[in-house]
């Protein structure tokens, strides 16, 4: 009885693996490359972050971490804006395991809960992007286009309410990052 108890602990904590590898951010408002590098090293301030490569033309940032890393979206989104900048946009390269996703589905990745938006019912597994639409990562414009694609209150607030907690995914006022596959 011990090992199947064992055997199922097992398989479930496997397939809710996800693990972030990189994390891409555009900023908006660079105008030249001391811009950039502003925010280069505002970003390689914090302790978590390995490598930050700049892309000039496309204003964006690739951010590689430590291992065993604490990973937090507004924590890279924060410096950004430090260095005199907004997030135009933040992706996120995750490696899934087998794990299931879909619209209104909240997932643990590395610590953090992500709750999908128009997604379809899927299993992923592999490298896949994901990018945040919380306020504040995408124009306001953007933002209002995907309130359509749930009911749930969390999507305006960014913490976990009542909707949130039934699922046991997250505590109530816990932030959540939305985002879609």
Do not use: W
Request: charged letters at 20%.
């Amino acid at each position: 009885m011990k090992s199947l108890i064992m055997a199922m602990a097992l398989f479930i904590s496997v397939s809710a693996n996800a693990q972030i590898t990189k994390v891409t951010i555009q900023a908006s408002g660079l105008t030249c490359s001391m811009c950039s590098n502003s925010i280069n090293k505002s970003l390689q301030s914090l302790d978590i972050v390995d490598k930050v490569y700049s892309n000039i033309q496309s204003s964006s940032f690739d951010v590689t971490f430590k291992p065993n890393s604490v990973i937090s979206f507004d924590a890279l989104k924060k410096k950004v804006e430090d260095a005199g900048f907004s997030v135009a946009k933040l992706t996120a390269a995750i490696r899934f395991d087998q794990l299931e996703v879909g619209t209104d589905q909240h997932i643990k990745v590395d610590g953090m809960v992500m709750h999908f938006l128009n997604a379809k019912d899927q299993t992923i597994n592999g490298v896949k992007t994901v990018q945040v639409v919380d306020r504040g990562y995408v124009s306001a414009k953007q933002f209002k286009k995907n309130e359509l694609y749930t009911s749930m209150p969390c999507y305006k607030t960014g913490v976990a309410g009542s909707c949130c907690s039934k699922s046991g995914s997250a505590d109530a006022g816990q932030r959540i990052y939305h985002v879609t596959i």
